[in-house]
T-cell receptor, first 122, second 107 residues
C-alpha cells in the first residue's frame, strides 16, 4: 500500500517555541493532505485540509495563525505549531489522499495515514 | 451538523465474533470507512463501503445500510492482536471520525 511518513515522530519543546512537522507521501502524489489532532483516548479531530498549491481550509475553532499549514508540493505538507503552549500537547497525524484512477466511490480507499507526531510542550 | 456514534467499549474472548456498530448523521455522504488504531500508533485503513451490503476482507467484514445511516464492522476469529480502538469515519467532502470503540480481546 501507499506510504506516508511524518517527521519528527516525537518532539518535546519549551512553551513559546515553534515546532514544524513534516508529512510526506513517499510513493504517490498527494493532491490533498489532512491534518488531525488526537488527544488521549479520544477520536481524531480534523484540523485542516490542504490542497497542493492553495491555502489550507481550517475547521471551525482551529486558529490558522497558530497552526500554519503549507502544502508546497504534491509530496510534502508541513504543519507549524507557532508559539506552542502546554495545551497544544497532542498526537498530530497527517493523512494523504492521492490521485484516484477509479470511480468516485473508491475515494475512501486512498486516504493513507502517517505514523503520527507526539508533541509535548513543557 | 455531522455526528457518528459507536459503542465506547467492547470485550470478547479469543476466537469469538464481535460486531461494532456505527450510526451516522452527515449533511452529505459518500461512504463509510473503518480504521484500526493500536495504542500509540496511527490509524490503519480496514475497509470502505460506499454501497449497501457486506464487504469481506479476510477475518474482517464491513456492512453498510445507507437508508438506515448505519454500518458495522464484524471481526471473526478474534485474536489478541485485535485489541485496539476501531473508528468508523463517514466521508462527506472529507472524513468525520466517530468516537472510537475500544476492543479488548481476552484469552
Amino acid at each position: 500500500g501507499a506510504v506516508v511518513s511524518q517527521h519528527p515522530s516525537r518532539v518535546i519543546c519549551k512553551s513559546g517555541t515553534s515546532v514544524k512537522i513534516e508529512c510526506r507521501s513517499l510513493d504517490f502524489q498527494a493532491t490533498t493532505m489532512f491534518w488531525y489532532r488526537q488527544f488521549p483516548k479520544k477520536s481524531l479531530m480534523l484540523m485542516a485540509t490542504s490542497n497542493e498549491g492553495s491555502k489550507a481550509t481550517y475547521e471551525q475553532g482551529v486558529e490558522k495563525d497558530k497552526f500554519l499549514i503549507n502544502h508546497a508540493s504534491l509530496t510534502l505538507s508541513t504543519l507549524t505549531v507557532t508559539s506552542a503552549h502546554p495545551e497544544d500537547s497532542s498526537f498530530y497525524i497527517c493523512s494523504a489522499r492521492g490521485r484516484t484512477s477509479g470511480i468516485m466511490h473508491k475515494m475512501g480507499e486512498t486516504q493513507y495515514f502517517g505514523p503520527g507526531t507526539r508533541l509535548l510542550v513543557l | 451538523g455531522q455526528s457518528l456514534e459507536q459503542p465506547s467499549e467492547v470485550t470478547a474472548v479469543e476466537g469469538a465474533i464481535v460486531q461494532i456498530n456505527c450510526t451516522y448523521q452527515t449533511s452529505g455522504f459518500y461512504g463509510l470507512s473503518w480504521y484500526q488504531q493500536h495504542d500509540g500508533g496511527a490509524p490503519t485503513f480496514l475497509s470502505y463501503n460506499a454501497l449497501d451490503g457486506l464487504e469481506e476482507t479476510g477475518r474482517f467484514s464491513s456492512f453498510l445500510s445507507r437508508s438506515d445511516s448505519y454500518g458495522y464492522l464484524l471481526l471473526q476469529e478474534l485474536q489478541m492482536k485485535d485489541s485496539a480502538s476501531y473508528f468508523c469515519a463517514a466521508q462527506d467532502q472529507n472524513f468525520v471520525f466517530g468516537p472510537g470503540t475500544r476492543l479488548s480481546v481476552l484469552p
